[in-house]
């Protein structure tokens, strides 16, 4: 269903020095990297399953152990399922996404995660509809930035890509209104047919 719950804080304003010229300041982001990921998963690929009578048991464990680990990705956070759809209810995509709706996690954001698969990505959960402006500082991939009103209607979207190698993306900023904001991997939108007026549905 459609979100209408507030979060208890607003997010992302790290950057007190843009507030005043932008309104609240939010910075790209997430928690850890997928170092942790790579050694993990190398580790469960050891078992073979022909040596061992309950290995689909362990096939099963398997599978789950690796939903843990792309959440540990984002272990400060809770998550939540985003489903995209028209205004009539046609779904467009989903993802399943960090939810940041504390201060200390819109200020980490994304921006310390080195990569960002396809059906992951962030939510910022704020207390009410305004102007929000998005910065890239310290991020290693491009993403898009959906911004959504207290229905979760989008009211407009950003394609922000990759800083360049001498650039440290501060100065890529990206602005729109809403009290939810969406950021996905680059193009998630353009490839999902998303658009101003869709709607986001997920739950707090």
Do not use: K
Request: glycine fraction near 10%.
């Amino acid at each position: 269903m459609t979100a209408r719950r507030s979060a208890t804080a607003d997010r992302r304003t790290l950057l007190t020095g843009l507030v005043a010229t932008f309104g609240s300041v939010g910075l790209a982001g997430c928690t850890g990297g997928n170092d942790d990921n790579d050694d993990d998963n190398s580790g469960d690929n050891d078992d073979d399953p022909t040596d061992n009578p309950d290995s689909n048991d362990d096939e099963t464990e398997d599978v789950g152990s690796n939903d843990d680990e792309t959440t540990e990705v984002h272990s400060e956070y809770e998550s939540t399922d985003v489903l995209v759809t028209t205004a009539d209810g046609d779904e467009l995509g989903e993802v399943t996404a960090a939810i940041a709706d504390t201060p200390d996690l819109q200020e980490l954001g994304l921006s310390d995660t080195e990569t960002l698969s396809e059906d992951r990505g962030m939510l910022f959960v704020y207390e009410s509809v305004e102007d929000r402006t998005f910065g890239m500082p310290e991020m290693s991939f491009g993403i898009d930035i959906v911004f959504a009103d207290d229905e979760g209607v989008i009211t407009s979207l950003s394609h922000a890509p990759e800083p360049e190698s001498e650039e440290d993306g501060s100065e890529q900023t990206y602005s729109g209104r809403g009290q939810y904001v969406l950021e996905v991997v680059y193009e998630w939108t353009a490839e999902n047919g998303v658009e101003e007026g869709d709607v986001l549905n997920f739950e707090l």
